[in-house]
């Protein structure tokens, strides 16, 4: 299964936008990128999910490079209640299996 | 709404002393996981259901065993827990492929005494 490597933490303030990159160097052909996140003591949340290009809804936007080797998962204008970990995932095949990565610590400041 | 729903949320056992973990789903999904998160880690893999069929990773200690009686429930028993096993376990659901996505419960947190 892939690897995944994201930055382990990131500050940022209220209204910005921000930016979480994740790179997959041996993404598998039929592998989807996926990013979830985890509020502590919950279970984690699906947020967006992409194959390449570029993909939009109302949470966020996943941005793929042709060659898929990274992600990068776009938050608008983050408020406090965005403070999270938000995992980088691949997965597909035949078992859909989850290898979390360590994820990225996301720290959002008034 | 369609969930998925662990109990308990919190459970207490003693050193040594059997303990089950349920899970249990409204969305009709084919595949159920559970993953162990321990403090400040991400949630890591133990085993999961495709339908009946069971998958066991590779490093999951013996201690650790799994039910799955139909499509709904799904268990994860420990047969003698240990003060490393203190975390906490989530249950996760999929349609399986190619769909993918997971959607997870809100987890049970073990303490071990």
């Known amino acids: 299964l892939a690897k995944t490597t994201q930055p382990i933490s990131m500050d940022s303030y209220e209204g910005q936008e921000v930016n979480i990159t994740c790179s997959h160097n041996?993404?598998?052909?039929?592998?989807?990128i996926t990013w979830y996140q985890q509020f502590p003591s919950q279970g984690p949340r699906f947020i967006i999910q992409?194959?390449?290009t570029k993909v939009t809804n109302e949470v966020a936007s996943l941005f793929i490079p042709a060659d898929r080797k990274s992600s990068t998962l776009s938050l608008p204008r983050v408020s406090l209640s965005d403070t999270a970990v938000y995992y980088c995932?691949?997965?597909?095949?035949?078992?859909?299996?989850?290898?979390f990565g360590t994820g990225t610590l996301l720290a959002v400041q008034p | 709404d369609a969930m998925v729903i662990q109990n308990p949320r919190y459970q207490v056992t003693q050193f040594g002393k059997p303990v089950t973990l349920s899970c249990s789903q409204t969305?009709?999904?084919?595949?159920m996981y559970w993953y162990q998160q321990k403090s400040s880690q991400a949630p890591k893999l133990l085993f999961h259901?495709?339908?009946?069929?069971?998958?066991n990773e590779a490093d999951t200690p013996d201690n650790f065993q799994s039910r799955r009686p139909n499509t709904s429930f799904c268990f994860l028993d420990i047969r003698s827990p240990g003060l490393g096993d203190a975390a906490m376990y989530l249950c996760?659901?999929?349609?399986?492929?190619?769909?993918?996505?997971?959607?997870f419960g809100p987890g049970t947190r073990l303490t071990v005494l």
């Open positions: 995932l691949v997965e597909g095949g035949a078992t859909n299996k989850l290898i």
């Open positions: 992409g194959y390449k």
């Open positions: 996760a659901t999929s349609r399986g492929p190619p769909e993918g996505t997971q959607y």
């Open positions: 041996n993404i598998a052909t039929n592998d989807y």
């Open positions: 259901y495709y339908d009946k069929d069971f998958n």
């Open positions: 969305l009709n999904h084919n595949v």
